[in-house]
């Protein structure tokens, strides 16, 4: 399976500063990549598609101007947690999916990073 | 509808034993179905797929089991060992969707020695 890195692996910020949190494709050029999130003891819940070369698409009820998302090479996505709250305070994952084009595959499939751990005091 | 329900949320099996995790959906248009494993801390890792064309898939101690009729698919873990212990998340997508994951609830699975 693809490889997939993430960078802070946790990191601790004051409330109302700004945190960014690197995902990157280690083996292969990802076009498309997925950014969650996880709270404690629940299951992930996709925040938005990151598509190189072009705008993210957020899920409904995920504020885009809040958390900014560039993906501006075809191995990093970036996901940047603005003015950040308490609240904002979870586990946040990046996935990739497999296939390395534009063109969706019934073949493709999503591999994950290891995760970034996010409190904010 | 695009959830995805998970059963049971958690499970305690004797090493040895089966491990049985049910998931059932609505959407028929969800077209691949894959199991992630997730340790504490850790992010997902894929552990077994299936799509709707076979009812069974198998792979070493893990198998899938997907019923198209009754919108059903489950995970069993045969012979189950302490360090199976983790979560368990079923998912669904569909292509025409961008293959985004739609997750289950999650199962926390514990295998006692």
């Known amino acids: 399976g693809a490889v997939v890195s993430q960078h802070p692996s946790w990191v601790i910020c004051k409330s109302g500063t700004s945190v960014k949190i690197e995902c990157r494709s280690l083996d292969f050029q990802a076009t498309t990549m997925f950014w969650y999130r996880q709270f404690p003891k629940q299951s992930l819940m996709l925040m938005a598609t990151?598509?190189?070369?072009?705008?993210?698409?957020?899920e409904q009820g995920v504020e885009k101007d809040k958390f900014l998302i560039n993906h501006a090479s075809l191995t990093l996505s970036t996901l940047t947690v603005t003015s950040a709250h308490p609240e904002d305070s979870s586990f946040y994952i990046c996935s990739t999916r497999s296939g390395t084009s534009g063109r969706l595959s019934s073949t493709d499939t999503q591999y994950f990073g290891p995760g970034t751990r996010l409190t904010v005091l | 509808q695009q959830q995805v329900k998970q059963s049971p949320q958690s499970l305690i099996v004797q090493k040895g034993g089966i491990s049985i995790i049910n998931c059932a959906y609505e959407?028929?248009?969800?077209?691949?179905f894959p199991w992630y494993q997730q340790f504490p801390g850790k992010g997902p890792a894929l552990l077994i797929a299936?799509?709707?064309?076979?009812s069974e898939k198998k792979e070493g101690r893990f198998t899938i089991s997907f019923n198209k009729s009754a919108k059903q698919f489950s995970l069993h873990i045969m012979d189950s060992q302490p360090g199976d212990s983790a979560t368990y998340f079923c998912a669904a997508s569909m292509l025409t969707s961008g293959s985004r994951l739609t997750f289950g609830e999650g199962t926390q699975l514990t295998v006692n020695p």
């Open positions: 299936i799509r709707p064309d076979v």
């Open positions: 959407n028929t248009a969800f077209d691949y």
């Open positions: 990151s598509n190189e070369g072009s705008k993210a698409t957020y």
